[in-house]
């Protein structure tokens, strides 16, 4: 048992985990800038795998759709992505990648696939890692 009366390895698991996670965050912010883009706009070209609605999206990024709006403004005016209206009923605004934002995606991937504390575990590790976060988070 530690001081605070949690068994001492929850506390090791704690420590490590805000560890990796300051890690990761500072490699994709440190990277998507050297992209000249924020992460919740890498976040958001990550997410877009295929054309989908806004409110989507903003399910996606655990966010109000309303903070997606500015997010989409400002890809937009890079030509990043593209708002259309959706086959069969253009009330709904959908969100596409243009060819400069899939290639820029591509780069965003690029990024994840190199993250420090899991980019070098093996296949059987990360599922076995992923394994137990979904037990820990369930």
């Known amino acids: 048992m530690s001081k605070s009366g949690r068994p001492a390895a929850t506390e090791d698991v704690v420590e490590r985990m805000g560890e990796l996670t300051r890690r ?8 998507v800038a050297e992209l000249e883009l924020t992460l919740p706009q890498a976040m958001l070209l990550h997410s877009l795998d295929q ?38 009923d253009r009330r709904v605004k959908e969100l596409a990648l243009t060819a400069s934002g899939a290639e820029t995606r591509t780069r965003v991937e690029a990024v994840l696939d190199t993250m420090p504390g899991v980019s070098n575990l093996s296949p059987t ?10 037990r820990a988070l369930a």
């Open 125 to 134: 590790d990360l599922r076995a890692l992923r394994d137990l976060l979904d």
């Open 51 to 88: 054309p989908m609605p806004m409110r989507e999206v903003a399910g996606r990024l655990h966010c109000d759709a309303s903070n997606v709006t500015g997010i989409v403004d400002r890809l937009e005016v890079r030509g990043l992505v593209a708002r259309r209206g959706r086959p069969g």
């Open 24 to 31: 990761m965050m500072g490699h994709i912010e440190v990277r």
